[in-house]
């Protein structure tokens, strides 16, 4: 059985409150309510502002075609990580902010790493036996 436009616009709109997209798509709460009841359907131009902000297609939508499958969050890249609506993956919320986390011990590492080396980076002997030039 095919879902009702409300149904998937619900699923869409995955942890967004209807208040948030109502003003993302310029319309007050009880019209945004009355969409995911089926009980009124946006415009055209509505319909075109959700595409975009949920990145699917009007088929997609409107049900003509088949959901596209979740990716994995095996399959984003980071940058594409930021921009993923929720319903686009599932997990990468999660695997977000995994990375965020793992991305903050890397940086303090590569701290650490950095001032060990500079402790440990001796000054070469001066080419011209041992004594060094000084400009002068």
């Not at 709109?13 to 209807?18: A, D, N």
């Not at 890397?106 to 400009?135: C, M, Y």
Request: charged share 30%; hydrophobic share 35%.
């Amino acid at each position: 059985m095919q879902k009702s436009f409300g149904t998937r616009l619900r699923e869409f709109r995955g942890e967004y409150m209807q208040v948030e997209l109502a003003h993302e798509f310029g319309v007050g709460q009880s019209a945004y309510s009355a969409w995911e009841l089926d009980k009124k359907e946006p415009s055209l131009n509505t319909i075109r502002a959700m595409c975009k902000f949920f990145k699917i297609t009007a088929d997609e939508l409107l049900g003509i075609t088949e959901e596209r499958p979740a990716r994995q969050a095996s399959q984003v890249s980071e940058p594409e990580l930021y921009d993923m609506p929720p319903h686009a993956c599932p997990r990468c919320e999660e695997y977000r902010a995994d990375v965020i986390y793992l991305r903050g011990h890397i940086d303090k590492l590569t701290s650490l790493l950095d001032e060990k080396g500079k402790a440990h980076v001796r000054t070469p002997p001066a080419p011209n036996g041992g004594v060094h030039a000084h400009a002068g």
